[in-house]
């Protein structure tokens, strides 16, 4: 099935802008570049609504806030802020800083809680932390996980039921799972994955189970050892092997997980066909569901997807154009064989070359 694209915009960014990033924060869009802007759009048009110049120097990261109304952006000026859309956006509401000034690359929110990883500017063994702030309490991080990794932090995700449980990956080629209730390190880290290459993006898949996928491709899902409320034996581990093979695919930009989807999603690009591909992952073996194509795409590498509702989405890329999408036929039983679950309905709105990665990151 082919996507539709409905708009696109280059939000007036200068021609050689790369935009890294989308989120969404209370019906309100933004997107990150490579001149270090910040800017929000609207939908459905992707027009420009505010723009924030040097919201960061080295404007790496940006997620929604944990109360879905906030931004929250990181960069490598080792500062993380906070914004608010419903403002004009000159200044961030809070911001918090890494205490050694490291650059940060990874961010991510739970409650009153925001995870901040770092990143290493140095070959060999880095000095790299994984740093857990308060934001009622935000002059100092309250934890800080030094130990565990060697180079740059590239994926923090929270636990979906258990806040006290967070997921760290790294280009050192390993993921780390903390209680973060633990203050000393040895004792908070409860599973190591090795997934044997640097890791690309990281999640909880489900409650128990854990998904990988390094930048060479390879996705695998493991279970979880027990935790506070884990009773079993953790699942074994699943190796699906390169997936530039089974999807053919360059490169595998990520797998976004949302409420109003029924299943996880992976996103892919393939540059010589000038194509962009959503397949979902049907539990519980993840096999491979219909596929949708987004044709033309961005004819650059894809930098991210991220999903308006189970029948639109957003996707930004290395061409410096935010594009919206419909991934849904006008036969809405079309749809409900593709990435909407049956039944389901739509959020409403107002309306290099063979085995080499393009490496984005």
């Excluded at 723009?51 to 806030?65: D, N, P, R, V």
């Excluded at 180079?151 to 636990?159: C, S, V």
């Amino acid at each position: 099935m082919a996507a539709t694209q409905l708009a696109s915009s280059t939000l007036g960014s200068p021609s050689d802008t790369y935009f890294f990033t989308l989120a969404e924060a209370g019906q309100h869009f933004a997107t990150i570049g490579s001149d270090d802007s910040l800017r929000l759009f609207d939908l459905p048009t992707v027009q420009l609504t505010n723009e924030l110049k040097g919201a960061h120097s080295g404007l790496a990261c940006l997620t929604a806030g944990a109360d879905a109304t906030t931004f929250v952006s990181a960069g490598r000026d080792g500062r993380v802020r906070i914004w608010d859309p419903r403002t004009a956006i000159k200044s961030p509401n809070l911001e918090l800083i890494e205490p050694k000034s490291a650059g940060i690359s990874a961010v991510a929110c739970a409650g009153n809680f925001i995870a901040a990883g770092t990143e290493s500017t140095k070959e060999g063994l880095g000095d790299v932390s994984v740093l857990i702030y308060d934001t009622r309490s935000p002059t100092q991080p309250i934890r800080s996980y030094a130990e565990s990794h060697t180079d740059t932090i590239t994926q923090l995700a929270w636990h979906p039921t258990q806040n006290n449980l967070l997921l760290s990956g790294s280009t050192d080629g390993l993921v780390s799972i903390f209680d973060v209730n633990v203050q000393d390190e040895e004792d908070a880290l409860m599973q190591v994955l090795n997934p044997r290459s640097a890791v690309h993006c990281a999640g909880f898949l489900t409650d128990d189970q854990v998904y990988t996928l390094s930048t060479d491709e390879q996705f695998s899902v493991y279970g979880l050892d027990k935790t506070g409320t884990a009773e079993e034996e953790p699942l074994p581990a699943h190796q699906f092997g390169d997936l530039r093979e089974k999807l053919d695919c360059m490169y595998v930009i990520n797998l976004t997980q949302q409420p109003f989807l029924p299943s996880p999603v992976l996103a892919f690009g393939h540059n010589v066909n000038q194509t962009l591909s959503l397949v979902p992952l049907q539990a519980p073996d993840w096999g491979m569901g219909s596929r949708v194509d987004l044709p033309g795409a961005h004819g650059e590498v894809v930098r991210d997807v991220l999903f308006v509702d189970a029948a639109t989405a957003l996707t930004c890329g290395e061409d410096g154009h935010v594009r919206y999408w419909s991934l849904s036929p006008s036969d809405a039983a079309q749809q409900d064989q593709s990435l909407a679950a049956p039944g389901s309905k739509k959020a409403k709105r107002n309306a290099k070359k063979g085995t080499e990665r393009f490496a984005p990151y």
